[in-house]
């Protein structure tokens, strides 16, 4: 069965159509519900099965959407990985959340590419006409805010709020306030432990920025460090990350071998020319012995520009820190850079060691990514495991380092000593 069998109009289309739904739900006084629902990792999927695979989920996936909707239903396509779903009629918005859900369930079972099978997640953010907005930008909008929401957990959808709106960046100055935030003391650092895998010790932690809101509650990274960048405040973070993490592993209790501290930097800071010194000073103010800080730069960052980026790593480098690269397999690499990369560990991303267990096609990734570190005598790290068997499968296939839930969620400074001092090898 193919996608053109089905019904799925494109987004001109559905802009049309939904003013039409709207005036006739204006008129009967009924709702609609809109939503949006965003394929997780589609550029991976056609990275590692070409574009055909890619076609095969999309129109996999609505065929299961065809199959949960009602025939009163409405399916557009309005982006590489997205889709909107309009639920015309329903009484209330425990309906909308029970399609939602429905959806949701159509995924767990897998879906065969060119013969592998394949787990697919989606988000999906959900919007209320005319609850939550009264016109279609403003229906697909919150909808979007919904589904930036929804994103903080894969396998989960998210019904727009006053609340979400106030907590998601669209309507607040977070530039403004993250300024602010530096000096009102509301950043902290959590520690997410390393364990060597094949030892069974503790090899450090990932030092990972939280910020908590007076107002606003906990902000996620993920939301205000893009802003950061954008807005250059990003330099000041990573000043005071840096400064504060080298500070506190002096409070780390001594185990004999130094902990080390991984401390994450952004393309942009990369770029500065002034970064190495600024690691250096904050080693000298800290007086941080040499190896146990380490840098952590994601693939996609080191790749923007290679040669810049070789020669500041290769400075940094002397000033005894270790270089990580973060999310490895997600940044299109040549495998050709990696014969003088100036790093000793690579950290393979999460999202294949999430379903190495299920999906035989990530696991052959994260057993190739083991074996060409260990080619060209790098460290490996797997983060995001989240259970003993992904755990031991791992440390079956010669991983160094875990880091993920299984252990330990990041944790404030003071839980971290505690671990630290109740952690038993097994
Ligand atoms: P990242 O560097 O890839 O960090 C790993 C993220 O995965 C962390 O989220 C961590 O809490 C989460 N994680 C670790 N183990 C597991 C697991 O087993 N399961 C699941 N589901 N998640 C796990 P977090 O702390 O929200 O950080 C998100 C991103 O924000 C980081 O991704 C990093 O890119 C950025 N970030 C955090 N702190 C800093 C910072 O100080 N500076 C910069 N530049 N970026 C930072
Ligand atoms: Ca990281
Ligand atoms: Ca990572």
């Known amino acids: 069965m193919s996608e053109q069998q089905f019904k799925v109009a494109d987004r001109d289309t559905l802009f049309r159509d939904l003013k039409d739904f709207i005036k006739t739900h204006q008129s009967t006084g009924k709702k609609l519900a809109l939503l949006l629902v965003k394929i997780h990792r589609f550029r991976r999927i056609n990275m ?25 239903d409405y399916i557009a396509r309005v982006g590489n990985s ?59 909008n919150k909808a979007e805010i919904a589904l930036v929401d929804a994103r903080s957990n894969p396998r989960l959808f998210s019904i727009f709020s006053e609340k979400i709106e106030d907590t998601e960046v669209y309507s ?6 993250l300024d602010k935030a530096v000096d009102n003391d509301e950043l902290s650092l959590y520690f997410q432990p390393q364990v060597n895998l094949q030892t069974g ?25 893009p802003i950061a960048e954008q807005s250059g405040q990003i330099h000041k973070l990573t000043w005071w990350t840096l400064n504060t993490a080298l500070r506190l592993i002096k409070e780390w209790p001594d185990s004999g071998e130094p902990l080390k501290v991984a401390v994450n930097v952004s393309a942009k800071v990369l770029k500065d020319m002034s970064f190495v010194d600024s690691v250096r000073a904050a080693q000298n103010i800290w007086s941080t012995p040499g190896g146990q ?49 100036p790093a000793n560990e690579l950290k393979i991303d999460q999202s294949f060691v999430f379903y190495m267990l299920e999906n035989a096609m990530d ?25 003993i068997e992904t755990f031991n499968a791992l440390k079956e296939l010669g991983c160094n380092i875990a880091q993920g839930y299984y252990l330990a969620k990041p944790m404030p400074q003071n839980e971290f000593i505690q671990w630290l001092n109740n952690y038993q090898p097994e």
């Open 293 to 341: 800080l380490t840098l952590e730069i994601t693939e996609s960052a080191l790749m923007e520009d290679l040669t810049t980026s070789f020669i500041t790593l290769n400075e940094l480098k002397t000033l005894g820190a270790g270089i990580s690269i973060d999310d490895f397999g997600t940044g299109y690499s040549s495998m050709a850079y990696f014969k003088n990369i």
């Open 172 to 177: 607040w100055d977070i530039e403004g306030e």
């Open 48 to 72: 590692v099965f070409g574009y055909e695979g890619g076609d095969q989920v999309l129109n996999e996936f609505v065929i299961r959407m065809h199959r949960m909707a009602r025939s009163k």
């Open 201 to 225: 010790k503790v090899f450090g932690a990932e030092a990972l920025i939280r910020w908590r809101h007076p107002e606003k509650g906990f902000i996620r990274p993920d939301i205000f460090i």
């Open 363 to 387: 696991r052959h990734i994260v057993n190739t990514v083991i074996d060409l570190a260990h080619g060209f005598n790098l460290n490996v790290v797997a983060e995001g495991i989240e259970n």
């Open 82 to 140: 997205e889709f909107i779903l309009v639920l015309p009629e329903i009484m209330n918005e425990g309906h909308a959340a029970l399609a939602a859900t429905k959806l949701q369930n159509t995924l767990e079972e897998s879906f065969s590419i060119n013969g592998n099978m394949h787990k697919v997640s989606a988000s999906i953010g959900v919007c209320i006409f005319p609850d939550h907005a009264q016109d279609v930008a403003e229906l697909i």
